[in-house]
């Protein structure tokens, strides 16, 4: 499968490497995001969408891994004449998904090893990100909108023991595995 990025500004190693990117336009935190400086360029045939993602459900506990309750991203929009294939990009490129009419879902995976440049007294630790994006557009010819999800599942890989993560004082998530799902709102952004 190939690495997709979708965009969440997640405060560790974990949460910011690959997949559907969910981050590298703008910084959450709390209940608000800010501005994280230029907005990178993205492409799509029906254009760039300004969207609005607040968490909607978490089994991962209020906060895991510093995920904001609420947080801005630039995404383009599009379709490829020639395959048929929805596209999304936050910058580092279009990605393919799945389309059926004004439906568009998108999906990846990165595996991150949670004990990279540790000490080496805690024992293997790798989490499996799984990310993916339902929206709907308001239209197939020329949308202005859309609404949808965005959902992170973390998994500990085969073979890990990362109890540390989610028991003790220093614990990331309330269990694993866990999922985070983000409600999305989306509006054309304006040409520039």
Avoid: H
């Amino acid at each position: 499968m190939r690495r997709m990025y979708l965009a969440a500004p997640i405060l560790s190693t974990l949460a910011l490497a690959g997949c559907l990117q969910f981050g590298n336009q703008t910084t959450g935190s709390g209940t608000g995001s800010t501005s994280g400086g230029p907005m990178p360029k993205v492409t799509g045939s029906f254009g760039a969408f300004n969207v609005t993602a607040s968490i909607s459900k978490t089994s991962c506990g209020v906060g895991a891994l510093g995920m904001p309750n609420t947080w801005k991203l630039l995404v383009g929009i599009g379709k490829d004449s020639k395959t048929g294939a929805c596209t999304w990009d936050t910058g580092s490129g279009p990605v393919s998904g799945m389309c059926n009419g004004a439906a568009m879902d998108f999906a990846g995976q990165v595996v991150i090893d949670m004990r990279a440049g540790g000490d080496g007294t805690l024992p293997a630790c790798s989490i499996a990100r799984d990310d993916t994006a339902s929206i709907t557009l308001d239209s197939m010819t020329a949308p202005t909108s859309f609404s949808g999800s965005m959902t992170y599942t973390f998994t500990p890989t085969m073979a890990s023991d990362c109890a540390d993560l989610y028991v003790g004082n220093m614990a990331q998530f309330a269990t694993l595995p866990c999922t985070v799902e983000y409600a999305v709102t989306a509006k054309k952004a304006a040409a520039t």
